[in-house]
């Protein structure tokens, strides 16, 4: 089973031990003994056993393999939840895109299981990018989804007539009015920097998904006479990482406009009405 290397450090074995189900009912039978009994000495056996238990239990290797593999399902429980709520906010016309993907893949599935038992290692290899592939291309097509759904409601028209309006010069208005002005023209360009920022994602976002739809039905093509299940292999590879370069543009968009300028105690400009305003787009990578 696949881990998690990069979580494992971060696993508090001594935390897990203590909060194992059956330690628990092992103290609460000590503890019961010592109401029963009117004696103290099962709570200082108990205290004696559970010290001897937590220094030796989260240090063997059988016991760490088993806390990851723990919290790998977890993990993998939850991402499958996310995903799952992504694929149910998509479009209809969307979740027939991925349909139609996950088609190619099963008839891939089929061509790879043809192949002679010394040449099943890159069968799996190929299962694990497969389902990788199909993750990623979810998220792509969320994110996809979101970016439309913000050019859509976002009027970009209105928002460069209001900074228009706000350049010109007011020698009349107040200093703390001119501050505020001042303030409000960053916070626009602001948006404006981030609504062709978001047009540009959604560009790459459409084409990288094109890219993935064109390759798997090229290596669905080549796996019915294949020659060489590794090359095809490290083409599914390829295309992982491509996939991954694409999410982590689409996350930029996230890092660069984290920061609003502040308004010294007065309230943003309103985003327009129906805007989502702060679209949070997809941060989990493909992991096989």
Not at 215 to 231: A, E, F, Y
Request: hydrophobic residues 35%.
């Amino acid at each position: 089973m696949p881990q998690d290397d990069s979580t494992s450090s971060d696993i508090n074995y001594v935390k897990e031990a203590a909060r194992l189900q059956y330690n628990w009912i092992t103290l609460a039978g000590l503890a019961g003994l010592a109401l029963v009994s009117g004696s103290a000495l099962p709570l200082l056996l108990g205290a004696g056993l559970e010290l001897m238990y937590l220094s030796v239990v989260p240090h063997n290797p059988r016991f760490q393999r088993l806390v990851r593999s723990w919290k790998y399902a977890e993990e993998k429980r939850r991402n499958d939840q996310r995903l799952n709520a992504m694929f149910q906010e998509i479009p209809p016309e969307m979740r027939v895109r991925y349909a139609k993907l996950d088609t190619v893949c099963n008839a891939i599935r089929q061509n790879y299981g043809r192949l002679s038992s010394t040449s099943q290692i890159f069968a799996q290899q190929m299962e694990d990018r497969l389902r990788g592939l199909l993750q990623g291309y979810v998220r792509l097509l969320h994110a996809a989804w979101q970016h439309r759904e913000y050019l859509r409601t976002t009027d970009l028209n209105l928002v460069q007539r209001e900074l228009a309006q706000l350049q010109k010069p007011q020698d009349s208005d107040a200093p703390r009015v001119q501050e505020i002005n001042r303030k409000r023209v960053e916070i626009l360009n602001k948006r404006i920097e981030k609504f062709t920022k978001i047009r540009e994602n959604c560009a790459v976002i459409d084409a990288q998904c094109a890219a993935v739809e064109d390759v798997l039905g090229l290596i669905k093509d080549q796996s019915v006479t294949m020659r060489d299940p590794q090359q095809l292999s490290e083409h599914l590879e390829g295309l992982v990482h491509d996939v991954e370069q694409t999410e982590e543009t689409v996350r930029e968009v996230e890092s660069i406009f984290e920061n609003v300028p502040e308004m010294g105690g007065i309230a943003p400009l309103p985003s327009d009405a129906g805007s989502p305003g702060g679209v949070t787009f997809p941060r989990n990578r493909i992991r096989n």
